[in-house]
């Protein structure tokens, strides 16, 4: 027992010095926050953080300024910029072994990497001095910590040295998380055509005319249901599909929502903004105020900048205010390809054409590299995948051309009016989005910034011959064709991943998988429902969690829940938590649950023949452009016999399987009724991405799982690891009054005091100032002589 005793107290001994070992590591990794450093910069800058770790800096020039960005975007989240890049160029499994191979696998296929340094050739003399700084910045930033950052000693690996062409990397990987559908929408619709006729395929797939909200004022009428016999294909299931959910919102998306100086008391005009993405730890943007001088004077401009890149994303000048939302629109075509009969050759309208090769080296740690060959067409690369087994398809895609990225966006930092930012946006290379502007002088407008292809093509949904040349993209837009609403009599402007725009506009645009509309429409309701706006109503506009969407919904189930079915299923208390607590997507409403569950199983049961006919071609009926909420909705309120799947003897025995089977499932997952409030359904899970690597303490990482409040088809966008990546309001000139909060903090050390910084007053709905606060923290970046 003595021997016993010193054993286990030599452990404990050895446990503690490695504990303080390890803690001393860490402290080792944190950023530099005060005292003065002498680094490549021709003039003093000062980096200043307030309490929440908000950064200011002070240069004498830009370049200064994006040198010490890239400084603070390293020391703070470098492991973040790199797996931008990484994710681009398909070189994760470098890092993480073979576990990220798969990805690179898909990802090579894109050559980002090569793209990278055929744009950054491409650039301006300014901008490349600016992306030379910033890289500087970042290298001289990483090499000033007194120890690599702590997720490269987790996964025993050092950082690789930051170089221009990353920079554009990072854009390149939004690309890849905006429009990310790439091509498997078209060949789903392709796939559905092929078994039903026209007539019935314009009616599943439609806009949800109910819900339209464009901001020209546009409408599609709806389509009616075809009078010819729904389709056998779609009534039975031969094989039960797997995953039989349906599409029904967009997964990547965004508000953003002005008001004109008409409707403000300053009279300045005001912009509010929350892009929807994953949210993870740390979060995607980093909130930044950048100073400088230069020859037309003194400029300052504050928002939100992207870790990997120089540039304030979205935010205000002083003259301008900026937002985005994902334009949804259309910028891929997939290419069905006419092969020779050694299938060497494809034909073009130029004539026959041998394919090109190209030798990709990945990367594996712990493993040889594996060799891959990416097989491409004069359009782009050959698609690979179930999905396309019985024929060869190319894909197109903007994200290809030279026109797609570059650093036009930081052009928008000095422009002073909304015509001037509107005339940057052709210019921009980014993945295209619906950009709002507000201006000082109260003006408004509305534009796609990105590039815009001139198509030429016989159906933009379905994929089509290119060896005719009928099908054709025709190089891209000038900016005086770019669609654009500038003033509108109403002084409101507002997008929501729904269409924008109709007629000639729509055509330039096109659809890439328009969210349903609700949430579009809902922004509209309340923008039209008072004449003067502050900041807060903006940003009670952003929380807004009532679910105006699901009130038919309720009333289908409530007629369903009759006293016979109540009482054979013991359902009373279910019927009262649909009737008292469904009207909003709030922390305890039992109601809201329920109700939204017996949608979904709705939808699921109706569609899940057509779910399972996708799944049998290596595609889902998730990857269809249009949501079949609308047709579904349609054919419930018609009840025909013949649209009624095989699976239900009567329309009523399939929302009575609706209502047990939706309920089955959340008591088997959640337990009995008074544990399935919406809360608890939607916990939060925000995640660093090692959190799982490290036992016990890596849940220390994560943000706390707390309840959320918020859906998708409504303002408030919120699931557990998606939704408001920000929430912004302000009118430029008149910041002081504006918000910015996001949803974890500004630091992705954990022992950092900004590591969690604005997670609290994110998730209490509690805004923080647009501004940085009272400087707490100094650090000089001060000349090497």
């Not at 070992?21 to 680094?39: E, K, M, N, T, W």
């Not at 004498?60 to 989240?77: C, I, K, M």
């Not at 807004?544 to 309720?554: E, K, N, R, S």
Request: proline fraction near 6%; glycine fraction near 8%; charged fraction near 15%.
């Amino acid at each position: 027992m003595r021997w016993l005793k010193w054993i286990l107290a030599g452990l404990l001994i050895v446990a503690g010095v490695v504990a303080i070992s390890l803690y001393g590591l860490l402290r080792a990794s944190l950023p530099l926050y005060q005292g003065s450093v002498q680094v490549a910069v021709s003039d003093p800058v000062s980096i200043q953080r307030d309490a929440q770790g908000y950064a200011q800096i002070h240069a004498g020039n830009r370049p200064d300024a994006a040198y010490a960005l890239g400084f603070v975007h390293a020391q703070e989240r470098f492991f973040q910029m790199d797996l931008l890049r990484r994710n681009a160029a398909g070189e994760l499994a470098a890092l993480f072994g073979k576990r990220a191979l798969s990805a690179d696998l898909q990802l090579r296929q894109h050559r980002f990497r090569y793209r990278a340094e055929q744009a950054l050739a491409q650039l301006s003399l300014e901008q490349l001095q600016l992306l030379t700084a910033y890289s500087r910045g970042v290298n001289d930033g990483l090499q000033s910590l007194t120890v690599r950052p702590f997720e490269y000693m987790i996964l025993r690996a050092q950082p690789e040295l930051w170089r221009e062409e990353d920079s554009l990397l990072t854009i390149y990987s939004m690309y890849l998380d905006l429009q990310s559908s790439l091509g498997k929408d078209e060949l789903a619709m392709a796939a559905l055509a092929e078994a039903i006729p026209a007539d019935w395929m314009a009616f599943l797939q439609q806009y949800a005319s109910e819900y339209h909200a464009a901001i020209d004022g546009s409408n599609k009428a709806a389509v009616p249901m075809p009078e010819s016999l729904y389709p056998d294909v779609l009534k039975a299931i031969k094989t039960a599909c797997l995953d039989c959910t349906i599409k029904d919102s967009v997964d990547i998306g965004s508000n953003n929502f002005a008001v004109g100086g008409a409707l403000t008391l300053h009279g300045s005009a005001m912009l509010a903004d929350d892009m929807h993405l994953g949210i993870r730890v740390p979060g995607t943007w980093f909130k930044t105020q950048l100073n400088w001088s230069s020859g037309s004077g003194e400029h300052k401009v504050t928002g939100l900048s992207l870790p990997g890149a120089p540039a304030i994303v979205v935010g205000s000048n002083g003259h301008i205010a900026w937002g985005f939302t994902n334009s949804t629109a259309d910028w891929h075509d997939v290419i069905r390809l006419q092969l020779d009969d050694s299938k060497s050759q494809y034909k073009t309208p130029a004539g026959w054409q041998d394919f090109d090769g190209y030798e990709e080296i990945i990367e594996v740690k712990g493993q040889p590299a594996t060799v891959i060959r990416v097989k491409e067409t004069i359009w782009g690369p050959v698609m690979t995948g179930a999905a396309t087994q019985n024929h060869s398809y190319a894909l197109r895609w903007v994200g290809y051309d030279i026109q797609a990225n570059n650093m036009e966006l930081v052009r928008l930092e000095q422009a002073t009016t909304v015509q001037q930012a509107m005339a940057i946006a052709p210019l921009a290379g980014i993945p295209a989005q619906n950009l709002l502007v507000a201006d000082k002088s109260g003006q408004l407008g509305w534009t796609i910034m990105g590039p815009i292809p001139e198509h030429t093509l016989q159906n933009w949904d379905k994929p089509q011959d290119w060896s005719q040349p009928q099908n054709q993209w025709h190089g891209y837009l000038t900016a005086e064709q770019y669609p654009n609403v500038v003033n509108p009599p109403e002084h409101r402007l507002w997008s929501a991943n729904a269409r924008v725009v109709g007629g000639d506009y729509y055509a330039l645009l096109g659809n890439g998988g328009y969210d349903l509309g609700a949430r579009n429409w809902q922004i509209k309701q309340r923008l039209f429902a008072k004449e003067q706006f502050n900041e807060q109503d903006l940003h009670a506009i952003q929380l807004d969690h009532q679910a105006l969407m699901l009130a038919p919904w309720q009333q289908l189930l409530l007629h369903h829940l009759d006293d016979d079915f109540v009482q054979q299923h013991q359902l009373h208390a279910y019927q009262t938590a649909v009737f008292e607590s469904s009207d909003y997507a709030a922390i305890d409403a039992v109601g809201y649950t329920l109700v939204r569950a017996f949608r979904q199983k709705t939808l699921e049961l109706l569609f899940a023949p057509l779910s399972s006919y996708l799944e049998q071609r290596g595609l889902r009926s998730w990857d269809l452009k249009y949501p079949l909420a609308t047709a579904g909705w349609a054919m419930i309120q018609q009840q025909r016999p013949d649209t009624l799947p095989e699976a239900f003897d009567s329309w009523s025995v399939l929302f009575e399987q609706a209502i047990l089977q939706s309920q089955a499932e959340l008591t088997q997952r959640y337990g009995p009724l008074s544990q399935q409030n919406w809360g608890r359904l939607n916990q939060a899970r925000i995640l660093h991405p090692l959190a799982s690597a490290i036992p016990w303490l890596g849940e220390r990482l994560n943000m706390p799982s707390s309840d959320l409040a918020g859906d998708s088809h409504m303002p408030r966008v919120q699931r557990p690891g998606f939704g408001q990546s920000q929430r912004m309001v302000v009118a430029p000139g008149h910041e002081k009054y504006g918000i910015l909060t996001i949803p974890t903090g500004q630091s992705g050390h954990p022992l950092s005091p900004f590591y969690r910084a604005d997670h609290d007053f994110w998730l209490q709905e509690q805004p923080l100032p647009f501004l940085p606060g009272p400087v707490k923290y100094s650090l000089q970046l001060l000349p090497k002589h």
